[in-house]
């Protein structure tokens, strides 16, 4: 008898002890759950601040920093519901009725963006990498939360296209910059290369924004770096007879009016 309720006093222990592990298991899963969820809302709210603090490089619409603002929201609430520090929570509390007052604000008076024929890119070369590297991040943040249904179709067409345009001038610049550098060491054929892209480039342009004076303005700019960069090949490669046609004649082909069939 009395080595029966050993033997059940022992199995009741074994299995209080199974069940603690189990809980103490359950409780440490949730609790490694919470950290990272905290950790993947705060990556959020950091990526996205960084984009929020890099959008006055270009111009954007207040729908487009909108999107941004209610992002930061959206991970501020998330974060509230994981967070058990009471230090934590009073600052979280605080930043998100920041962040819902600049999205009460720019809803009561919404902006537009200055015209994209107006953008001049930045002369100093680590905003210029900051530009592109929000534009970057800026383009998958809209796509994104326009995959979760969050954007007006309308939003999201605007911002692409003003991202999209933003991209194709700074492209031009870099294509440009590059040729410069190529023709200073006489690497005339990557030169060229570069100046026949940035062209392509700028005639993708002209099809979105046909009155847009930065077309013209970068065509004379190419046109004048071919001229240099053939004049330079001349003094160093002797002219043959069988001289092929002149670059500057297939850029006036390329910008000249269509013909009509």
Do not use: C
Not at 99 to 112: E, G, M, R
Not at 174 to 192: E, V
């Amino acid at each position: 008898m009395t080595f029966t309720l050993v033997l059940i006093l022992l199995g009741a222990l074994f299995i209080l002890i199974i069940g603690i592990s189990v809980i103490q298991q359950q409780k440490e899963r949730a609790e490694a759950e919470r950290r990272m969820e905290l950790k993947r809302q705060r990556a959020i709210i950091d990526e996205t601040e960084t984009v929020l603090s890099n959008t006055g490089l270009a111009s954007f619409p207040s729908s487009v920093i909108l999107v941004l603002y209610k992002r930061i929201n959206e991970a501020l609430e998330v974060s509230l519901t994981h967070l058990e520090n009471q230090p934590q929570q009073l600052d979280y509390q605080r930043r998100l009725s920041d962040i819902q007052a600049q999205i009460t604000t720019l809803s009561a008076s919404p902006s537009q963006a200055l015209a994209i024929e107006n953008f001049r890119l930045p002369d100093n070369d680590k905003q210029i990498l900051e530009l592109v590297q929000m534009l970057k991040k800026l383009k998958a943040i809209v796509r994104a939360e326009n995959n979760k249904g969050k954007l007006e179709p309308q939003v999201f067409t605007d911002a692409e296209n003003r991202i999209d345009s933003y991209q194709l001038r700074i492209n031009v610049e870099s294509m440009l910059s590059r040729a410069r550098a190529s023709n200073s060491l006489k690497q005339f054929g990557s030169s060229k290369q570069m100046v026949s892209k940035a062209l392509a480039t700028l005639q993708a342009i002209k099809a979105k924004t046909p009155n847009d004076p930065f077309i013209s303005r970068k065509v004379d700019e190419a046109k004048e770096l071919l001229e240099e960069i053939n004049s330079q090949q001349k003094q160093v490669t002797p002219e043959t007879v069988n001289t092929p046609k002149n670059d500057e004649d297939d850029i006036d082909m390329l910008f000249q009016p269509k013909k009509k069939w």
